[in-house]
């Protein structure tokens, strides 16, 4: 009897810390690369030197800046250090996952004079990004910052459309062409309103799209 209640307790005491920390992890909104690079005091790409646990909470990465995409005044004055703080644990917002020697490109904010990265910033290894996001990075995404990319159901496209007032591109989920416009669209502001420019990449990565989905309703019965 005694066995049984002990489990029992321990079940529910173990159902409760599981339901806790699903309470409390981490989640962040869907955002294209545009979006963070904007919203973001830095934009940069690193390589990570060491990495310092600086307590049970707190985590740092001595890193090598490569280049600088983005910082504002308060930015530029924290990124000398060559440090980035961040939360020991995912479930805080922490980005636990880099490691030593690779290169990234990453986005933060600026807080009480330190340079801070989170899980719902950038943080691709450098190898990983696309050359369409390359050169937003390193021009286009700042030219199109009038702008804002809402990441839209690809069945609400219209209606959503119609509440913006011409001032946000949509990141269309899947079936739509989520993948062309997060590798290779560049959100900018022209006579009509925002719109995805039409480059050649985001074109070519469209037409590809497009007879892909064809292929795809030919097989529907």
Aim: glycine share 8%; aromatic share 10%; charged share 25%.
């Amino acid at each position: 009897m005694w066995r049984t209640s002990y489990c029992t307790y321990l079940l529910l005491g173990l159902l409760y810390l599981t339901t806790l920390q699903s309470a409390t992890a981490c989640s962040c909104q869907k955002v294209h690369p545009q979006t963070q690079f904007c919203r973001a005091d830095f934009v940069a790409v690193v390589r990570i030197k060491l990495i310092v646990h600086v307590n049970e909470e707190r985590l740092e990465y001595k890193v090598k800046i490569n280049r600088v995409f983005k910082s504002t005044p308060k930015a530029e004055v924290a990124l000398r250090e060559n440090t980035l703080w961040t939360l020991g644990y995912d479930s805080l917002c922490g980005v636990t996952h880099l490691l030593v020697g690779k290169t990234y490109v990453v986005s933060g904010t600026v807080h009480e004079g330190k340079a801070r990265i989170s899980i719902c910033d950038l943080a691709i290894p450098w190898s990983e990004v696309p050359v369409g996001q390359r050169k937003g990075f390193r021009l286009l995404y700042h030219r199109g910052c009038v702008c804002e990319t809402t990441f839209t159901p690809w069945w609400r496209k219209g209606a959503v459309l119609e509440s913006t007032g011409g001032k946000h591109c949509l990141w269309e989920s899947s079936p739509g062409p989520q993948d062309c416009q997060e590798k290779y669209g560049v959100c900018k502001k022209g006579p009509n309103g925002c719109s995805w420019t039409p480059s050649v990449p985001y074109k070519n990565c469209i037409k590809e799209y497009q007879r892909k989905r064809e292929q795809e309703r030919l097989k529907e019965p």
